[in-house]
């Protein structure tokens, strides 16, 4: 597996100088700005996606509300089990850091000393986006650009080589819909129970006004009687 990370001809080693360099030739602020948001950043900004469709969703008490929350529960539970997969495959990979291996790599963050292959970043980005896009293709569409994105500047912080991406995009692709049928048949009627709970049903869908006015009017109706009995 040590072949994986040889320089020569290697166009993974040689793409991995081309995006890395861009960092070296960058003001040290961006490098700063591109550090937060390939750590933190895109990943915040794709759990923010979920959340907001889910809101939206839940909101316009559309008739999939069910099965596109159901969807949108198993996006992060994806993203969990991709990584827990992905402890073997680098246990058995083992792949060192390229700044290890290799000299000149701009490193933007520090302390980096596990193994490289698979990206869990790229993982769990892509599993999480996969299963929003399997939820709502629109914010879909917005979170597989981020992870794209994610897995780009992962390479810049020189953290990880292009195939590390790869792999890490494959990674999270597979476990979100390879095992989506499974998750769905288990979480939908979960979701479904919610639903019908009288405390825990705006969860799934937001509770309308027209429902609210219809569930007082019998009621003003029966005060309006009352006072019609006490009067005569």
């Known amino acids: 597996m040590a072949g994986l990370a040889d320089s020569g001809s290697n166009p993974d080693v040689d793409l991995l100088y081309d995006i890395n360099g861009l960092a070296k030739d960058a003001p040290a602020w961006f490098d700063r700005v591109m550090e937060f948001v390939g750590e933190y950043g895109l990943l915040f900004a794709i759990v923010l996606l979920v959340v907001g469709c889910w809101w939206s969703v839940r909101r316009r008490r559309d008739e999939d509300a069910v099965s596109t929350v159901a969807a949108l529960i198993w996006a992060p539970l994806a993203a969990g089990i991709a990584v827990l997969v992905n402890v073997p495959i680098r246990g058995f990979v083992e792949r060192p850091r390229p700044f290890l291996d290799h000299q000149g790599i701009e490193v933007l963050v520090q302390g980096k000393t596990d193994y490289s292959f698979v990206s869990d970043h790229a993982t769990i980005v892509m599993a999480l986006a996969v299963g929003l896009f399997v939820a709502h293709r629109r914010f879909g569409l917005v979170a597989l650009v981020l992870a794209l994105f ?64 219809g569930a007082a009017l019998p009621e003003a109706r029966s005060e309006r009687a009352s006072e019609r009995d006490l009067a005569a």
Request: no cysteine.
């Open 150 to 213: 994610g897995g780009f500047i992962r390479v810049y912080m020189g953290v990880h080589y292009p195939t590390d991406v790869v792999g890490g995009f494959a990674l999270g692709t597979a476990v979100a819909l390879l095992l989506s049928p499974l998750a769905m048949a288990l979480l939908t009627p979960l979701v479904r129970a919610v639903e019908r709970s009288p405390r825990a049903g705006w969860l799934v869908r937001a509770r309308g006004r027209a429902e609210g006015e």
